[in-house]
């Protein structure tokens, strides 16, 4: 009696271990806001175990409204993506109550405005050290478990930036060109490890980033300009910004597709620009940074991207 009893509670266990195993574990960094937020949500609605990381679980108080009236839950871990042991620490923490970790969405990131001539290099390297240094720092924790099952996603979260140098924002448009490439590398790194690596190149999306991206160095007074465009183009934006829940749909069809591609521009002005060098040489480039005045510009920039930021 006791063998069968024995039996009976071990096939229940091997039941729910299965249950448990065929459930998608997620983790999105950067939870706490915009974009990551919404890809937590709608992953979690989507039957994912959703991982949410966030600097302070105290700031994640609107993160757990959503969730809650959505009806889902989202489990946070505190971690700080720009620091090695945060990260290390954290990833341990998380892999030690799921473990293993089937797709990772780099989301986490900063924004950063200058004029290459007015940025100190302290700003490019603290850009850099969240925007791309931070997916490093995560992408190393989960790879070595993923590896071993010969199955897994990376989802990075680059921009249109990381495609088109964006004016007046030369420390992120660095981060986010850096971060293309290494994950344009990372994608042949691991294919033979049934690995699979997704770029998402957002536009403008309603997002926490903007209203924190203000910044207008300007200190020696000759660049104006630069920031006025650059600004103009975030106002025009903003006012037919993409919902962050239409990246985070992007997001989930870049996991689950059969038909896996590497790039997937999304959100207003996205599409539009991301194919800058199908449209534009590198002089006629040049050319529309030369234009001096804010009309003529905007009517190139019309002429260039079809988008009017007027």
């Given at each position: 009696m006791q063998i069968g009893a024995t039996s009976t509670l071990d096939g229940m266990s091997n039941a729910v271990s299965s249950i448990e195993d065929a459930v998608p574990v997620s983790v999105v960094t950067g939870a706490n806001s915009g974009i990551g937020r919404a890809a937590a949500i709608y992953?979690?609605?989507?039957?994912?175990?959703?991982?949410?990381?966030?600097r302070a679980a105290s700031k994640a108080d609107k993160l757990r409204a959503m969730s809650e009236e959505a009806?889902?839950?989202?489990?946070?871990?505190?971690?700080?993506?720009?620091?090695?042991?945060?990260?290390?620490?954290?990833?341990?923490?998380?892999?030690?109550a799921t473990g293993r970790v089937d797709h990772l969405v780099n989301n986490a990131g900063v924004g950063g405005n200058a004029v290459a001539e007015e940025c100190p290099p302290e700003l490019y390297l603290?850009?850099?050290?969240?925007?791309?240094?931070?997916?490093?720092?995560?992408?190393?924790?989960?790879l070595p478990q993923m590896r071993e099952r010969g199955s897994g996603t990376i989802v990075n979260l680059s921009s249109v930036a990381g495609r088109i140098a964006a004016l007046a924002q030369s420390p992120y448009v660095a981060s986010k060109w850096a971060f293309e490439g290494f994950s344009e590398g990372l994608a042949q790194e691991l294919?033979?490890?049934?690995?699979?690596?997704?770029?998402?190149?957002?536009?403008?999306?309603?997002?926490?980033?903007?209203?924190k991206n203000v910044d207008a160095p300007n200190s020696s007074g000759v660049y104006e300009a630069h920031y006025r465009r650059m600004f103009q183009f975030y106002t025009t934006g903003m006012a037919s910004a993409t919902d962050p829940f239409e990246v985070a749909k992007v997001i989930f069809d870049a996991i689950t597709?059969?038909?896996?591609?590497?790039?997937?521009?999304?959100?207003?002005?996205?599409?539009?620009?991301?194919?800058?060098?199908?449209?534009?040489?590198?002089?006629?480039?040049?050319?529309?940074?030369?234009?001096?005045?804010d009309a003529a510009y905007y009517d190139r920039f019309h002429d260039v991207f079809g988008l009017d930021l007027r």
């Open positions: 992953l979690a609605l989507q039957g994912h175990r959703v991982i949410g990381t966030v009806g889902v839950s989202i489990e946070l871990f505190e971690l700080d993506v720009a620091d090695d042991d945060s990260v290390r620490d954290g990833f341990a923490r998380i892999l030690d603290s850009v850099m050290n969240v925007n791309l240094c931070g997916a490093v720092r995560c992408v190393q924790a989960v294919a033979p490890f049934g690995i699979r690596v997704a770029i998402i190149e957002p536009g403008v999306t309603k997002s926490a980033i903007f209203a597709t059969d038909e896996h591609r590497l790039r997937y521009p999304v959100s207003w002005g996205g599409a539009e620009m991301a194919e800058l060098h199908d449209r534009i040489d590198d002089a006629d480039w040049i050319a529309l940074g030369a234009i001096e005045e």
